[in-house]
């Protein structure tokens, strides 16, 4: 059975303090792992898309990448408007369009 | 931009009352999905769509029922609402095995 585990649930951070956010997925035959951030009370926003492991995609402070089990979320320097909730979603080669959500990490940074 | 557009907001209805929960893309995808949002749950898929008058089964089905008579319409339906359904629910529309792309959320409240 698919699926994704997100670790850790919450994560505090102080402005300009580096960190990084975890997504252990088990999906049979990954065709790619996608980043939404989610904002309270709004849908989420794409962010990336990673299609094989060892390849990397930035934004701004974001920086997402992927091995054949994790994926992980680097933020460097956060700013108080990276607050958000973080979603990964794996996608299998047998899903069709469909994306399975893990429960997210919910991300603070404090000025 | 793509632009998925959901009816409403914010809805109170009773229990027993037939709701209706419409979405509306704008860049002719032809997959459509709905999805609940629960604390602690995560996004869990209700239903989705391939084409027109297609609809498949997500993981939790129960309760609900759709309709898409035009490949830009995707309505979600609650035969007969009960206190248990109330959730966010979140309508996304892609381009075949592509990205999800989400409207901004409609708040449920069933009393």
């Known amino acids: 059975e698919d699926q994704v585990t997100q670790s850790p649930e919450a994560l505090r951070l102080q402005e300009g303090e580096s960190s990084s956010l975890n997504c252990s997925y088990t999906?049979?035959?990954?065709?790619?792992l996608f980043w939404y951030r989610q904002d309270p009370g709004k849908g989420p926003e794409f962010l990336f898309t990673?299609?094989?492991a060892g390849e990397e995609k930035e934004k701004e402070r974001l920086k997402a990448t992927l091995t054949k089990k994790e994926s992980f979320l680097h933020i460097t320097a956060p700013k108080p408007e990276d607050s958000a909730t973080y979603l990964c979603?794996?996608?299998?080669?047998?899903?069709?369009?469909?994306?399975?959500f893990g429960q997210g990490t919910e991300l603070s940074v404090k000025p | 931009d793509v632009k998925v557009t959901q009816s409403s907001r914010y809805l109170v209805k009773r229990t027993g009352e037939k709701v209706f929960l419409e979405c509306v893309q704008d860049?002719?995808?032809?997959?459509m999905f709905w999805y609940r949002q629960d604390p602690g749950l995560g996004l869990r898929l209700i239903y989705f769509?391939?084409?027109?008058?297609?609809?498949e089964k997500g993981d939790i089905p129960e309760g609900y029922s759709v309709s898409r008579e035009k490949k830009e319409r995707f309505s979600l339906i609650l035969e007969s609402a009960s206190t248990n359904q109330t959730s966010m629910y979140l309508c996304?529309?892609?381009f075949g095995a592509g990205e999800l792309f989400f409207g901004e959320g409609s708040r449920l409240t069933v009393l």
């Open positions: 979603a794996p996608q299998g080669y047998n899903q069709g369009g469909k994306l399975i």
């Open positions: 860049m002719d995808h032809e997959n």
């Open positions: 996304a529309s892609s």
């Open positions: 990673l299609y094989s």
């Open positions: 999906v049979s035959g990954l065709r790619g």
């Open positions: 769509s391939y084409d027109v008058k297609m609809k």
